[in-house]
């Protein structure tokens, strides 16, 4: 009996290392100018010789490198070609759906990934009308002032949401929410699942989006459209976007949502 017990007790070993490398690499995402193997401990509440342990052994794998002689540490390259794979991946299989989306609604759509406390535009396919929203890939929104912010904002825990969240959030225009205001919108949002956004980041510009619960993770797919046609189209795009939310999660292995 006493052989299973060892391995059960090295296996319980080998999750709390991950759980505890996952911790490390988490609080060096929150703060890309690095930190100190101190800070890294105070942050993680680990001794500082646990955390020396676990940063040697991602540095090993370039998933933490050293900021050089100054002292501290950031994460390495290996994790930011492990994301490119990943985005890559998960473009091939949802741009198909962002070109039929779009070609039904006449509108741009748009697939956007959660970074920090702002939205990153991976992929959009602009609808081919003479009045259209158009904007560049990688450009990065303030989550709360997007549809596609607010409906990956929504899926968070308390815990992550909030150090996200400025305490007072900057004004774009009259309509962007307060904190007060967002944090009971992301409550309505969750329960329902669709978010929209008009107005609120900038004027004549609204946006619905939805939640993609990928084997990848969470993005949200998107429709950008000028507000004239939000108030008059927005129960149609709605619908439409909850259906192919339905199709991509069901092509990504994910059983489909009630």
């Known amino acids: 009996m006493s052989k299973p017990e060892k391995s059960t007790g090295k296996q319980q070993g080998g999750i709390q290392v991950i759980a505890r490398a996952g911790a490390i690499m988490r609080?060096?995402?929150?703060?890309?100018?690095?930190?100190?193997?101190?800070?890294?401990?105070q942050t993680v509440g680990l001794p500082r010789s646990t955390v020396q342990r676990i940063i040697s052994a991602l540095e090993e794998e370039l998933l933490v490198e050293g900021l050089g002689p100054s002292?501290?540490?950031?994460?390495?390259?290996?994790?930011?070609?492990?994301?490119?794979?990943?985005?890559?991946?998960i473009i091939s299989l949802i741009r198909p759906h962002l070109v039929t989306l779009s070609e039904q609604l006449q509108e741009t759509t748009c697939l956007?990934?959660?970074?920090?406390?702002?939205?990153?535009?991976?992929?959009?396919?602009?609808?081919?009308?003479?009045?259209?929203?158009v904007f560049p890939l990688g450009i990065n929104v303030p989550a709360f002032a997007t549809a596609s912010g607010k409906v990956l904002l929504a899926e968070l825990p308390e815990a992550t949401l909030q150090p996200l969240l400025p305490a007072t959030l900057d004004t774009f225009t009259p309509h962007t929410l307060s904190r007060e205001a967002l944090l009971a919108q992301?409550?309505?949002?969750?329960?329902c699942?669709?978010?929209?956004?008009?107005?609120?980041?900038?004027?004549?510009?609204?946006?619905?989006?939805?939640?993609?619960?990928?084997?990848?993770?969470?993005?949200?797919?998107?429709?950008?459209?000028?507000?004239?046609?939000?108030r008059t189209q927005g129960e149609r795009i709605k619908q439409t976007l909850q259906s192919y939310r339905d199709n991509i999660e069901r092509a990504s292995g994910r059983i489909p949502r009630n």
């Open 193 to 230: 699942g669709v978010a929209v956004e008009q107005d609120e980041y900038i004027e004549g510009l609204s946006s619905f989006a939805v939640p993609l619960d990928t084997y990848l993770g969470y993005y949200s797919l998107t429709v950008v459209v000028p507000s004239t046609r939000a």
């Open 71 to 89: 002292g501290g540490f950031r994460l390495g390259p290996a994790l930011g070609q492990l994301i490119h794979q990943a985005q890559t991946d």
């Open 186 to 191: 992301l409550k309505e949002i969750k329960a």
């Open 27 to 41: 609080a060096l995402g929150s703060h890309p100018q690095g930190l100190s193997l101190g800070g890294i401990a």
């Open 112 to 133: 956007t990934s959660l970074v920090g406390g702002e939205t990153y535009a991976l992929e959009r396919i602009v609808a081919e009308r003479e009045l259209r929203v």
